[in-house]
Structures are given as structure tokens and as C-alpha cells.
């Protein structure tokens, strides 16, 4: 696959399934002097928000705005038939890849039950330790908003194998 012109940004930026955005070879309109000037197209230097996304600068019907590049190479490559309504999952849980075969379109709770980091004790998105019980691993998780018990276990592995099958049921649903 080649560079694509991005939707509604068709003849600025284009978009490559590594991950990269770049500008396109223009002509433009110098509003001091009067004269076209040809601009020549690069790629865009990147930089990571505050929340670990790569993001470019791109200009939008004269309004510049930083844009998440995971969204704009989902947009030009993956189809979606409202992209402004759903969220964009990177597969492998890092933020700064931003490869077409690692991006997916998903619902907002699929994509919040798809979370890979985790700052509990126990390193697993939903479960919990409660010592002192028989069985001490609890595991939970949610649907549509909805907060589920999915039961105490003995070990941890087993508590993570419950939430893994309840985040595969949800998102099959």
C-alpha cells in the first residue's frame, strides 16, 4: 500500500498504513505579496499528548488542530460507518502504534473493557484481593455500564481467566 489521501483533509495529508501522516506538494496563496508559492509535502513530526498518543498538527479549514494519528489512519484505512461515535483500540495496548494491522474500531464500553494497563496490586485489570476469605481473588467487570460480580476464586489465574471470558463475551455481544 501507497500514501491515501485522508477523509476531509483529500489534497493536504495523507496517511500510510505504518502510521505516518504527511503533508502533500501544494500550491498556496501568499496573502502578503499576492503571488502562489509551491510548498513542498513532508512528514509530520509527531508528539505524544498527555495521555501517550501520538498526535500531528494539521490544519482544518484554517483552524490548525492536534489530531491522535491512531484516528486518522483508522479513518483512511479501516471502515466505519460513524467513526465520530466510536472509539479507535490499539490491539496491542501501546499507544504509539499506530499500524493499520494493530488499529480497530470498537464501542466506547468494549474499548473500556479492552484496558492493558493497570496500576492494582495485583496487575490485572478487575481483580482484587481480599484477604482473610476462602477464597480471596475476586473478580468483576461491566456491561453497558453496569457493574458485574463475576465470583471469588482461589488463585489469581483463575479470577483473570473469568475476567478475560467476560471481556470476550462483551465484546462478542
Request: aromatic share 8%; proline share 3%; glycine share 8%.
Amino acid at each position: 500500500m501507497n500514501w491515501i489521501d485522508i477523509p476531509g483533509c483529500a489534497g493536504f495529508y495523507q496517511a500510510h498504513p505504518n502510521g505516518v501522516i504527511r503533508s502533500t506538494d501544494r500550491k498556496v496563496h501568499d496573502q502578503n505579496n499576492g503571488k502562489i508559492l509551491s510548498v513542498k509535502g513532508r512528514e509530520l513530526k509527531p508528539q505524544i499528548n498527555h495521555r501517550g498518543y501520538l498526535t500531528v498538527s494539521i490544519c482544518i479549514n484554517g483552524q490548525r488542530k492536534q489530531v491522535p494519528i491512531h484516528r486518522l489512519i483508522a479513518k483512511t484505512f479501516l471502515s466505519c460507518d460513524t467513526p465520530d461515535a466510536m472509539d479507535v483500540d490499539h490491539i496491542n495496548g501501546i499507544r504509539t502504534d499506530n499500524r493499520v494491522s494493530n488499529l480497530r474500531w470498537l464501542k466506547r464500553h468494549q474499548n473500556c473493557s479492552n484496558r492493558h494497563a493497570c496500576k492494582s496490586k495485583t496487575n490485572v485489570v478487575g481483580v482484587t484481593f481480599y484477604a482473610g476469605k476462602h477464597k480471596p481473588w475476586r473478580a468483576y467487570g461491566s456491561n453497558n455500564g453496569r457493574y458485574t460480580h463475576l465470583g471469588y476464586f482461589a488463585s489469581l489465574n483463575e479470577a483473570a481467566a473469568a475476567r478475560r471470558k467476560h471481556i470476550q463475551e462483551v465484546m462478542n455481544a
